[in-house]
């Protein structure tokens, strides 16, 4: 049975390689599921009066995220036989959090909505030609310089969670003091990590092992800090933990008030017992109101299109089922990430997308989608023995998986970025500089593309330009302009 679901034998591929492929590629990826919950819980957005518009239940994006990474990462296993493994998007969830609704003031049901829109519009893309056309359209160049602005970001937010990089009036950023010792486990953490990736040594699963295994022990020296200093002190490890950013185990486990908050999260909060606003049509109406929404929706489209596919292509070039043209064999490989694009926001998580994380167990051995409904089960497992991984929910913790995930995406990226053009060079700087000190991938990507394009158009390169960059750079130009306009119109005197 198995050999007709995964095709194994014609695979060339070993079964006990796949269950261990798929346990290691899990455990690569076990830190999203209580960052992603930590990383939604704490959005604050206000509305004019400096009310906070309500928040997202830790528990029950917890139950979210390990629900539809589960299920996701099953059906791309038993749909496109493929080793790769899918949770929410590291990106995706930090410019949600940090930039939709700290910095534009959408409440956390308003995010969610926004993910619905743009999972509809990304399936209909995936199912029609329409992805792989856009794809082939935007230059190669730009793409390079988005995905590496992507990655600059998310490590940018592990600096930062850590407090390795901190806010200063007058310089705008600081280093953090490395006296604390959360910053110093992240160090130590992203040293570790660091060290062995770059190890040399004849067995590459060291290598390949480095962030998780850079991750582990970051919690487990953070755990022995954390009831040390509890002990000395006299105070709940709890205290300690938010104090000195350090994690701690949170005892206080039931999976039946998870699925509680579970109830409260789901369908944009219909459910939830209380609520600023649990009015579904209202919610819609807010959105598509609201001018901000369009450079949102376009940004969480384009972001999860490139990386998304990015990652398919990388990890099916190991597993072999690209032809030589660079195409892949089959097309169902794109149907999974649609899918959990779709029903994510109404779910209560970020965008599902798939994790270059998955290697890990293609380095491994794993060639079938047999790794990936390992995965997923044990992904379901994590909603009934979360204290195991309440460690990884802080800032110190995760920040070495954000740096050197971060990292990687950004070097694999901008190394092949055409250097020897002066132009491209300028559009990539300003690209990833932008993203990064604006804390927005979202004007990153809109300057790239009005760069890009102007540039072009000055050196007479009419032909590296086309339709899609055009209509890109214009809508980027229209939506912020109209951002600039709209708080003018609100505070113009009246009458």
Not at 174 to 180: A, H, M, P, R, Y
Not at 208 to 226: D, K, M, R, S
């Amino acid at each position: 049975m198995l050999e007709k679901l995964f095709k194994i034998k014609s695979r060339k591929a070993k079964l006990s390689l796949e269950i261990i492929g798929g346990i290691m590629t899990f455990f690569a990826m076990i830190y999203i599921v209580p960052l992603n919950a930590s990383l939604f819980s704490s959005m604050n957005a206000t509305n004019e009066v400096g009310e906070v518009l309500g928040t997202m239940s830790m528990d029950g994006v917890f139950v979210a995220t390990a629900l539809i990474s589960a299920i996701i990462t099953m059906l791309m296993g038993f749909l496109a036989n493929m080793p790769i493994a899918l949770s929410s998007g590291m990106g995706l969830n930090s410019f949600l959090t940090s930039t939709v609704s700290a910095s534009l003031g959408f409440s956390w049901q308003e995010c969610m909505v926004l993910l619905f829109i743009t999972g509809c519009i990304f399936l209909i893309f995936t199912i029609t030609p329409a992805r792989n056309i856009i794809i082939g359209k935007i230059p190669q160049q730009l793409r390079l310089i988005i995905c590496a602005s992507l990655g600059a970001f998310i490590a940018f937010v592990g600096l930062k969670n850590a407090a390795i990089v901190q806010a200063d009036e007058g310089t705008f950023v600081k280093l953090g003091s490395l006296s604390q010792p959360g910053v110093l486990i992240a160090l130590i953490g992203i040293i570790i990590g660091l060290i062995l990736m770059f190890l040399k040594t004849k067995k590459s699963i060291i290598n390949t092992l480095a962030i998780p295994f850079a991750v582990v022990v970051a919690a487990i020296v953070g755990i022995i800090v954390t009831y040390s200093m509890s002990a000395a002190q006299g105070v709940d490890a709890s205290i300690i933990s938010t104090s000195y950013n350090l994690p701690y185990f949170d005892n206080n486990w039931n999976p039946i008030s998870r699925f509680e908050g579970f109830k409260d999260v789901i369908f944009f909060g219909a459910f939830a017992e209380s609520g600023v606003n649990n009015d579904i049509g209202s919610l819609f109406v807010n959105v598509f109101t609201n001018p901000s929404s369009y450079a949102v929706i376009f940004c969480l489209f384009f972001v999860h299109l490139f990386d998304s596919t990015a990652t398919i292509l990388s990890v099916g070039k190991d597993v072999g089922v690209i032809d030589d043209s660079g195409s892949f064999k089959q097309r169902r490989v794109f149907f999974p990430d649609a899918i959990g694009s779709f029903i994510c926001g109404p779910l209560g998580t970020s965008t599902i997308t798939p994790f270059a994380e998955s290697t890990v167990g293609v380095k491994v051995g794993a060639k079938t989608g047999l790794a990936s409904v390992v995965t997923g089960l044990m992904f379901l497992c994590t909603i009934f023995i979360y204290p195991i991984f309440s460690i990884f929910t802080a800032g110190s913790v995760v920040a070495p998986a954000l740096v050197l995930v971060g990292t990687l995406i950004f070097v694999n990226n901008l190394k092949f970025l055409s250097w020897d053009d002066a132009a491209i060079s300028f559009v990539g700087f300003l690209g990833v500089i932008i993203t990064v000190l604006t804390y927005s991938i979202s004007n990153g990507i809109g300057f790239s593309f009005i760069f890009y394009t102007i540039i072009n158009l000055a050196r007479g390169r009419y032909k590296d330009n086309n339709v899609v960059t055009y209509v890109i750079s214009g809508f980027f130009i229209i939506s912020f302009v109209i951002n600039e306009i709209i708080p003018l119109l609100e505070t113009a005197p009246t009458g």
